[in-house]
């Protein structure tokens, strides 16, 4: 890996996030998150209240890359063959043709994902884990890159299937979307107020990029001491008093993974323990449990993991700076 590789990675993720940010307005830092996740092979859960542009924020990026993408509304009847598809009989070769569904896709956009059955949820997340569907014995390999974003409102229960937490495992980030300031939804009334942005977005980058862009995030170094950080701070979740289940090995390789594509970002080619922290949040948060007893005490998540990271001692960045 060279300088040049990370200059270039740089200016093409900014073009990205920039991209995004023209209908996506005032939430840089949720829009990187995004695209961090797509670059780190991983998948998205956007979960906030109805109407700060979950779904939005899906479209643009999808619509940012030039690249195939598909949109699944997840309801109560949706079948598992509407997503990874069906073989149907074509009478004029006389044999079984196999039609694809809606994964088969690079982006592929879940909206409220927690409508669906647990059936139909399974043959998604397995499509994630695996990035292949089989049918009838044949199995197919999904496009690359490949990126599921999940939405789903927090708030509505009623008629919802809730994601178990090993199901919730599968996605390497949770990211909430939150209210504009109000100088910037002053800003929304006048940029969306007669036409959407969205409808003038025109890609910005294409596939070779997204896959030559991975190639490059995962050659940026790790130090072993920004490694042990990483599981310091992992297994520390696990001991924490208020919680219940701690975040998973899973949950460390992701965030090594995210990290890297965020110090690339930044135009280094190697991680600090700033990348690790910035990352823990959207990275940890759904992958833990509290305790009865702190649920009642009006603990939250993202509090566990803030302690855990305060205490645990920072690696000097002597060791992080050399091994770029």
Not at 14 to 33: C, M, P, T, Y
Not at 52 to 61: C, D, E, P
Not at 218 to 241: F, M, N, Q, S
């Amino acid at each position: 890996m060279s300088d040049t590789d990370i200059d270039w990675f740089a200016a093409r993720f900014d073009d990205l996030a920039s991209n995004v940010e023209h209908v996506i307005q005032g939430k840089r830092d949720v829009v990187s998150l995004m695209a961090f996740c797509l670059l780190a092979e991983g998948h998205a859960i956007v979960e906030d209240v109805p109407g700060v542009g979950k779904t939005l924020l899906a479209k643009s990026l999808a619509r940012s890359i030039d690249c195939g993408f598909s949109r699944i509304q997840f309801t109560p009847d949706l079948l598992p063959s509407d997503v990874t598809g069906v073989s149907v009989w074509n009478r004029h070769r006389a044999e079984f043709e196999f039609k694809p569904g809606a994964i088969f896709a690079n982006i592929v956009i879940g909206d409220e994902i927690n409508r669906a059955s647990p059936k139909t949820q399974a043959a998604m997340l397995e499509a994630m884990e695996e990035r292949q569907v089989t049918n009838d014995g044949v199995t197919r390999q999904l496009d690359t890159p490949f990126m599921v974003i999940a939405t789903q409102n927090p708030l509505e229960h009623e008629g919802t299937y809730p994601l178990p937490e090993a199901q919730l495992d599968r996605f390497m980030m949770r990211i909430e979307v939150g209210y504009p300031s109000h100088g910037t939804a002053v800003e929304i009334l006048d940029t969306h107020g007669v036409r959407s942005t969205f409808l003038d977005l025109e890609p910005v980058i294409s596939v070779g990029d997204v896959t030559k862009m991975i190639e490059v995030a995962r050659t940026v170094e790790v130090a072993p001491t920004v490694k042990h950080y990483i599981v310091d701070l992992v297994e520390g979740t696990r001991t924490h008093p208020e919680i219940l289940l701690g975040a998973s090995p899973r949950s460390a390789l992701f965030l090594q993974r995210v990290a890297r594509v965020r110090a690339a970002a930044a135009g280094r080619g190697y991680v600090i323990p700033d990348d690790v922290k910035v990352l823990a949040v959207p990275v940890l948060g759904h992958r833990m449990a509290l305790r009865p007893e702190a649920v009642i005490r009006g603990s939250r998540v993202v509090d566990v993991v803030e302690s855990t990271l305060g205490h645990l001692q920072v690696p000097g960045t002597t060791g992080s700076t050399s091994a770029g």
